[in-house]
């Protein structure tokens, strides 16, 4: 069996402890996304796709929100031998493992940026702003750091803001994220949770 294949039988292993934010639904959400922008901008899908079925890993429950800001190296180094139990070859463990490490708004990494971790990146944050990434938003800040939902919606709206999309397809299929602002400002307005 292809070490892919392998991988992909073991994920929903991997992801059941993960906090509800991040869990085995984001990622294959964010899988969709990564092969069509993966696609359409050239991207390596033998180092992008396993990269982004792993991209998560490190964010186990009850781990927020310490290792939040460290999570695409943590699960970096998770990965690498996740990798090697599949059966993937060194070089492509490291390629794969480089590419988790550049997902993270939080965590900036030194690593050389790659076509892969760009469609990484932008498949992450294309499935946040949506409805469905507002609510994952919602409910992880609720659970795990007890924050009251009209501040959370607050933050929400900054982090819609601050990030730029990284490829050409990802600008393009970001163009709604003003809905999504649109939408959590609405809530503010009302000053309170439908």
């Not at 990965?79 to 939080?106: M, P, V, Y």
């Not at 507002?134 to 409910?139: E, I």
Request: charged share 35%.
């Amino acid at each position: 069996m292809e070490p892919i294949k392998i991988l992909e039988t073991k994920l929903s292993d991997l992801y059941k402890d993960n906090s509800c934010e991040h869990d085995l639904g984001h990622v294959l959400r964010v899988l969709k996304l990564a092969k069509t922008i993966g696609k359409k901008e050239g991207a390596d899908l033998f180092i992008l796709l396993p990269a982004v079925m792993l991209h998560d890993i490190a964010l186990k429950k009850g781990t927020l929100p310490e290792n939040n800001d460290k999570h695409a190296v943590l699960g970096s180094e998770m990965a690498k031998n996740i990798l090697e139990e599949c059966g993937f070859k060194e070089e492509k463990i490291d390629k794969i493992c480089s590419t988790i490490k550049q997902h993270s708004l939080d965590n900036p990494t030194d690593e050389p940026r790659t076509i892969e971790g760009d469609c990484l990146f932008d498949a992450d944050k294309l499935d946040s702003i949506t409805s469905c990434g507002f609510a994952r938003y919602l409910q992880e800040q609720a659970l795990e750091k007890n924050t009251n939902p009209l501040e959370a919606s607050k933050i929400f709206i900054d982090f819609l803001k601050d990030f730029e999309f990284r490829t050409q397809t990802g600008k393009e299929m970001g163009r709604d994220r003003s809905e999504a602002i649109k939408f959590c400002q609405k809530i503010i307005e009302s000053g309170e949770l439908c």
